[in-house]
C-alpha cells in the first residue's frame, strides 16, 4: 500500500554503475540530511545456528532532498548487479557523514548482513559503524512520552504496527519472506521494499514537526554566528574566524548558481576548488539545518560493529564458556578507546585566553574543585546522577571539554566535536597533573586560588574590609571573631556570594598546590 503523499512514491532501481540511476543516487545522496534505509536478503529456513550470515540482495535508501522539504526519492540498489567494490567507499561514506541523518528499524542486524557481504567480495573491513542514527522504535517511543532514560519493553513494536499508529497506514509484510535472490525482481517486490524505506521519512516527520510544535530542544543549540550568516563567499572565504557549517553552506550554494550559469571549463575549475575547501568530507553535502542538527545532538544514536558481531551464531557458542574473560578483554578495548594521540583536539574557540573549560562527571568532581584551585575554569554536572545524554547537553552548551573516567562515554564523540577526554589517574593530585600536561595549560602561583571552589565562580574585583565582610555575611555565613582584629581581606565570589579570606587554610592550600604543580 502507497503511503498518503501528495505526491507518488519515486522508485529508482540500481542496478548499473554506468546507469543514469546510478549517478542519480549520487547526486541524491549529496542533497540528503535524511535518510532512510533498509535491506532484504533471502532468508534461511531450518538452521538454528547459522555458519554463515545471509547475503544481502538489495539496500533500499530512502532520500529526503533538501531542507524543509516533502520531495524524497527511493533507490532499490540491487547488490546482485552492481559490483559491489564500486558502491562500498560510496555507502562507507554515507554511512558516516556528519552531514546525513540515518533511519533505520533494528538496523544493525542489517549492518551486520551487509558488512559481511561485502566482505565476501573483497571490500574488507565492509562496515562498522552508522553515525549520526536514530532508530524508528526509538522514534516511536519518543513519540509515546516515555521517560528519559527508562528501556522500553522487552516486545518491541513491529514496524507494521508503529506504521498504522503514527502514519495511519497498513503496511503490508507479506513479500518480506519472499525469495530477494530471485531475478528480475517483481513490482510487487520493489513497491515493497521501497515503502519500508520510504516510511521510515514519513515517521521521522511526524516526530519532527512534534519537535518543532513543543518547541522542546529550543535552548539545546548555539545560534550561528549572526555575524557570519549574511557574508558573501568572497568574504566568508577571507574571513578566518567564521564556523565551518556556514562555510560549506554558503559555498555549496554559491556554487550551484555558478556552475549553473558559466561554462563548462569555469565548473571544472569551480570543482577543483570545491575539492580543497570541503576537506571535511570527501563529498560536498549539504550541511544539515539548525532543526535537524537539534534532534540528532539530543536524541541521536549510533551503531556500532565489534568483532563478535561479525561472527555467526554457530561461531560464538564456545565463547560462552568464557564470559569473565570476554567481559575482561572487553572492557580493555574500552579503556583503549579514544585514548588521546598527539596534540590536544580541543577548540581553542571554545575556552577564554586559549584555555579550554572543564565539565566533570561525577565520578571525578574532586578534579573539579582541584582544577578550581589552580584558577581552571571546571564545572560538574547540573544534577546529581545525571544520564549520558544531560552531560553531553551541557557541555555542548557550555562549550566545555568533557573530563570523564567512564569510557562508554567516549561513543559519543562526535555529538560534541570530540571534546572528551578520558581521565586514566584514579587519585586527585595524579588527575590534575595528567589534565595540566595532556591539555597543555599554563599554571602560575597568581592563578591559584582565584576561583569559587564552592560553584566554579570569580571574586569580585577589589577586596572587603572586616565590616564590609561582616555586613556582605549577615543571614548567609559566620565570620569568627578571632578574625576582627588580624587587618585581613576578605574576597567574595560574584555567582555565589560565598566568603574567603587569607587565613591559615589558604596559605596551606597554596603550598599545596605550589607543590603539586611544581611551580618555582
Known amino acids: 500500500m502507497d503511503l498518503p503523499s501528495e505526491k507518488p512514491l519515486q522508485i529508482h532501481l540500481v542496478n548499473s554503475t554506468e546507469s543514469p540511476e546510478f549517478t542519480r543516487l549520487t547526486q541524491s545522496l549529496t542533497r540528503s540530511s535524511i535518510i532512510g534505509l533498509d535491506a532484504e536478503w533471502k532468508p534461511i529456513r531450518g538452521q538454528t545456528h547459522q555458519p554463515t550470515f545471509p547475503t544481502v540482495s538489495l539496500l533500499q535508501l530512502a532520500c529526503q532532498l533538501g531542507h524543509d522539504s516533502d520531495e524524497s526519492e527511493t533507490f532499490l540498489l540491487d547488490l546482485h548487479s552492481v559490483p559491489l567494490p564500486s558502491?562500498?567507499?560510496?555507502?562507507?561514506?554515507?554511512?558516516?557523514?556528519?552531514?546525513?541523518?540515518?533511519?533505520?528499524?533494528?538496523?544493525?542486524?542489517?549492518?551486520?548482513?551487509?558488512?559481511?557481504?561485502?566482505?565476501?567480495?573483497?571490500?574488507?573491513?565492509?562496515?562498522?559503524?552508522?553515525?549520526?542514527y536514530l532508530d524508528i522504535t526509538s522514534i516511536y517511543y519518543q513519540m509515546q512520552h516515555k521517560q528519559q532514560g527508562r528501556k522500553g519493553?522487552?516486545?518491541?513494536?513491529?514496524?507494521?504496527?508503529?506504521?498504522?499508529?503514527?502514519?495511519?497506514?497498513?503496511?503490508?509484510?507479506?513479500?518480506?519472506?519472499?525469495?530477494?535472490?530471485?531475478?528480475?525482481?517483481?513490482?510487487?517486490?520493489?513497491?515493497?521494499?521501497?515503502?519500508?524505506?520510504?516510511?521510515?521519512?514519513?515517521?521521522?516527520?511526524?516526530f519532527q514537526d512534534n519537535i518543532v510544535k513543543k518547541g522542546n530542544s529550543s535552548d539545546d543549540m548555539v545560534e550561528l554566528h549572526s555575524s557570519g550568516v549574511n557574508l558573501g563567499l568572497k568574504e566568508i572565504l577571507e574571513k578566518h574566524d567564521i564556523d565551518d557549517k556556514i562555510i560549506r553552506i554558503k559555498y555549496f550554494e554559491a556554487s550551484h548558481i555558478f556552475q549553473a550559469t558559466v561554462s563548462s571549463e569555469h565548473c571544472q575549475r569551480i570543482a577543483e576548488v570545491d575539492v580543497a575547501v570541503s576537506r571535511?568530507?570527501?563529498?560536498?553535502?549539504?550541511?544539515?539545518?539548525?532543526?535537524?542538527?537539534?534532534?540528532?545532538?539530543?536524541?541521536?544514536?549510533?551503531?556500532?560493529?565489534?568483532k563478535s558481531?561479525?561472527?555467526?551464531?554457530?561461531?560464538?557458542?564456545?565463547?560462552?564458556?568464557?564470559?569473565?574473560?570476554?567481559?575482561?578483554?572487553?572492557?580493555?578495548?574500552?579503556?583503549?578507546?579514544?585514548?588521546?594521540?598527539?596534540?590536544?583536539?580541543?577548540?581553542?574557540?571554545?575556552?577564554?585566553?586559549?584555555?579550554?573549560?572543564?565539565?566533570?562527571?561525577?565520578?571525578?568532581?574532586?578534579?573539579?574543585?582541584?582544577?578550581?584551585?589552580?584558577?581552571?575554569?571546571?564545572?560538574?554536572?547540573?544534577?546529581?546522577?545525571?544520564?549520558?545524554?544531560?552531560?553531553?547537553?551541557q557541555a555542548y552548551r557550555e562549550q566545555r571539554v568533557l573530563l570523564t573516567r567512564d569510557a562508554k562515554?567516549?561513543?559519543?564523540?562526535?555529538?560534541?566535536?570530540?571534546?572528551?577526554?578520558?581521565?586514566?589517574?584514579?587519585?586527585?593530585?595524579?588527575q590534575l597533573l595528567e589534565v595540566i600536561e595532556t591539555f597543555q595549560l599554563q599554571i602560575n602561583e597568581d592563578q591559584l586560588m582565584s576561583r569559587c571552589t564552592k560553584c566554579n565562580g570569580r571574586f569580585?574585583?577589589?577586596?572587603?574590609?572586616?565590616?564590609?565582610?561582616?555586613?556582605?555575611?549577615?543571614?548567609?555565613?559566620?565570620?569568627?571573631?578571632?578574625?576582627?582584629?588580624?587587618?585581613?581581606?576578605?574576597?567574595?565570589?560574584m555567582e555565589c556570594n560565598q566568603l574567603y579570606w587569607e587565613g591559615t587554610q589558604y596559605h596551606n592550600a597554596v603550598q599545596k598546590f605550589i607543590d603539586v604543580c611544581k611551580l618555582n
Not at 351 to 372: N, Q, S, T, W, Y
Open 87 to 132: 558502491t562500498w567507499e560510496l555507502l562507507r561514506e554515507t554511512f558516516v557523514s556528519p552531514d546525513v541523518l540515518k533511519l533505520g528499524f533494528k538496523f544493525k542486524q542489517d549492518l551486520v548482513y551487509l558488512s559481511s557481504t561485502f566482505c565476501l567480495q573483497g571490500c574488507d573491513p565492509g562496515f562498522d559503524k552508522v553515525e549520526p
Open 153 to 206: 519493553p522487552k516486545e518491541t513494536k513491529s514496524l507494521a504496527t508503529i506504521c498504522k499508529e503514527v502514519l495511519g497506514i497498513s503496511l503490508s509484510k507479506e513479500l518480506q519472506c519472499s525469495d530477494w535472490s530471485h531475478r528480475p525482481l517483481t513490482e510487487e517486490q520493489k513497491t515493497y521494499a521501497a515503502t519500508d524505506a520510504h516510511c521510515l521519512l514519513k515517521i521521522f516527520n511526524v
Open 280 to 306: 571535511t568530507s570527501s563529498r560536498n553535502t549539504m550541511p544539515m539545518n539548525e532543526s535537524l542538527l537539534k534532534i540528532v545532538r539530543k536524541y541521536g544514536e549510533k551503531i556500532l560493529l565489534r
Open 309 to 393: 558481531d561479525r561472527k555467526p551464531k554457530a561461531a560464538r557458542k564456545k565463547v560462552k564458556k568464557h564470559s569473565s574473560l570476554v567481559a575482561v578483554t572487553r572492557e580493555k578495548q574500552l579503556d583503549n578507546t579514544g585514548d588521546w594521540q598527539g596534540p590536544p583536539p580541543w577548540d581553542l574557540s571554545l575556552g577564554g585566553d586559549g584555555c579550554p573549560k572543564f565539565l566533570c562527571d561525577v565520578m571525578i568532581e574532586g578534579l573539579a574543585k582541584h582544577l578550581r584551585c589552580v584558577g581552571v575554569d571546571a564545572a560538574i554536572p547540573s544534577s546529581k546522577k545525571p544520564e549520558s545524554r544531560e552531560l553531553l547537553d
Open 409 to 430: 562515554l567516549l561513543r559519543h564523540q562526535y555529538l560534541i566535536k570530540n571534546q572528551i577526554y578520558r581521565v586514566k589517574n584514579l587519585l586527585k593530585n595524579e
Open 460 to 493: 569580585i574585583q577589589k577586596p572587603l574590609t572586616t565590616e564590609e565582610a561582616v555586613e556582605a555575611a549577615k543571614g548567609f555565613q559566620r565570620i569568627p571573631d578571632c578574625l576582627f582584629n588580624k587587618n585581613l581581606e576578605f574576597w567574595q565570589c
